[in-house]
């Protein structure tokens, strides 16, 4: 697995998490070190670009949730409260978690998983950085 990381120079706390690879067991936490990198150098909005990872395993659904987790605790209006009320009302999406061009398959292991509840999907790089 390959992850390759830019920041929009305009949005300096936007970082871009590309993704090249399965995120299994094995390659997990690659994906959970580079988010937890990337937050210590000052992003507060991460978006994993996802169109070259073929599969994801629970192992990957796991790296996702605990990313999502890492954020909310930087995030005061994503308070657990207000998530959990968003959750249980199908309104809350994640402000500072953005995921991007999933392929098929990808897509429907994590709306499987539920991920799409909580977590935006853009088609577009730019849309998922813009939002």
Do not use: C, W
């Not at 959970?32 to 994801?56: C, F, I």
């Not at 409260?81 to 995921?99: I, M, P, Y």
Request: aromatic share 4%; proline share 5%.
């Amino acid at each position: 697995m390959e992850i390759h990381v830019s920041r929009p120079d305009d949005l300096p706390s936007v970082a871009v998490l590309h993704i090249d690879g399965e995120i299994t067991a094995a390659t997990h936490e690659q994906v959970q070190a580079a988010a937890e990198r990337e937050l210590q150098s000052g992003a507060r909005k991460l978006v994993l670009d996802l169109s070259k990872v073929p599969g994801v395993t629970s192992y990957g659904i796991r790296a996702i949730s605990h990313i999502f987790g890492l954020l909310q605790s930087l995030s005061p209006s994503e308070g657990p409260e207000t998530v959990l009320q968003g959750l249980r009302d199908g309104t809350f999406k994640s402000s500072s978690l953005k995921l991007v061009n999933p392929t098929p398959h990808v897509r429907k292991v994590l709306s499987m998983a539920g991920i799409d509840m909580f977590l935006e999907i853009y088609s577009t790089l730019d849309e998922a950085v813009r939002a």
